[in-house]
C-alpha cells in the first residue's frame, strides 16, 4: 500500500512539474512573440477605420515584424488612436515622417500595421509620437468597384455582338456597305467618274489657255508669278549676302 502511495505521488509531481514546464513555455513564447521580454517603446498613430484591427496583431517595417499593436481607442465617431509598441533597436530606424498603414497577411489574412520608412534628413521618431496614417482601402469597396467594372463590361460586349450581327446581316449604313455589291459597284463608278471629272478640268484649263480672248489674262498671271517668284529670290540673295557679311565681321 506505501509503495502504490508513493509511485502514485511520484506521478502527480511529474504531471504536475509538467504541467507548470508547458506553463512557462506557453507564457514565454506568447510573451516573446508580445514582445513583454523586449524593450519597447510606444507610438500611435490615428484612422478614421480600423479595418478590423485588433490589439496583438504584428507590425512591420521593411517586411519584418518589428512589434505589436498595443491598444485601440475610439477617440470620438471619426477617429480611432492606435497604440503601437515597437521593439527599442528599431527606433533608430523609424522617422518622423514615417507614415502607419493598416494591411493583411495575404489576401484573407489577418490585419496588421505596416511603418513605411521616412525621408533619409527627417529627424527620428520620438516616444510617445504621433506618425502621420493612410486610410485603408475596405475590401468591400474594392469588390463593389470590380462588380461594376464587370456589370459594364458585360454591357458593352452585348452591344458589340448587336452590332456585329446587323452588320452581318446588311443592316445599318456600314452593314449596307459591306453586304451590298451594288454600293460597292456605285462607290467605285463614283470614284471613277470624279477622276475623269477631274481630268477633263485640266483639259479645260489647258484648252482656255490657249484661247485668244483668256490669253491676255492667264499671260499677266504667268507674269506675276514670276516677278513675285524673282522678288522672293532677290530678298532671299540678300538676306544671304548679310548673313555672310555679318558672319565675316565675327570672325574678324
Not at 509531481?13 to 509538467?18: Q, S, W, Y
Not at 458589340?160 to 460597292?184: C, H
Not at 530678298?235 to 555672310?244: G, L, P, R
Request: proline share 2%.
Amino acid at each position: 500500500m506505501d509503495a502504490h502511495t508513493q509511485k502514485f505521488k511520484v506521478r502527480l509531481g511529474l504531471f504536475i512539474a509538467g504541467g507548470l514546464a508547458l506553463f512557462v513555455l506557453a507564457i514565454f513564447i506568447i510573451g516573446k512573440q508580445k514582445n513583454l521580454f523586449n524593450p519597447v517603446f510606444k507610438l500611435t498613430a490615428t484612422f478614421y477605420n480600423v479595418s478590423g484591427l485588433q490589439v496583438g496583431n504584428n507590425i512591420r517595417f521593411s517586411g519584418i515584424n518589428v512589434g505589436t499593436v498595443d491598444h485601440i481607442t475610439i477617440i470620438n465617431d471619426s477617429t480611432v488612436r492606435v497604440d503601437m509598441l515597437v521593439k527599442k533597436d528599431v527606433k533608430k530606424f523609424i522617422k518622423s515622417d514615417s507614415e502607419v498603414a493598416i494591411g493583411s497577411e495575404g489576401l484573407i489574412g489577418d490585419r496588421l500595421l505596416i511603418i513605411t520608412q521616412g525621408s533619409t534628413d527627417s529627424p527620428l521618431a520620438k516616444e510617445g509620437q504621433e506618425l502621420p496614417s493612410t486610410e485603408p482601402v475596405e475590401t468591400d469597396a474594392i469588390m463593389a468597384s470590380l462588380e461594376v467594372t464587370a456589370v459594364n463590361a458585360e454591357i458593352i460586349s452585348q452591344q458589340l455582338a448587336e452590332i456585329m450581327s446587323k452588320i452581318n446581316s446588311g443592316k445599318g449604313t456600314i452593314g449596307r456597305l459591306i453586304q451590298d455589291s451594288t454600293i460597292a459597284e456605285n462607290l467605285s463608278q463614283t470614284m471613277v467618274n470624279i477622276k475623269q471629272s477631274s481630268k477633263g478640268l485640266e483639259e479645260n484649263m489647258e484648252a482656255a489657255k490657249h484661247n485668244f480672248l483668256l490669253r491676255g489674262y492667264f499671260t499677266k498671271k504667268e507674269k506675276a508669278a514670276a516677278a513675285l517668284k524673282e522678288e522672293e529670290q532677290k530678298k532671299a540673295d540678300k538676306q544671304k549676302k548679310e548673313d555672310d557679311k555679318k558672319n565675316k565681321q565675327e570672325q574678324k
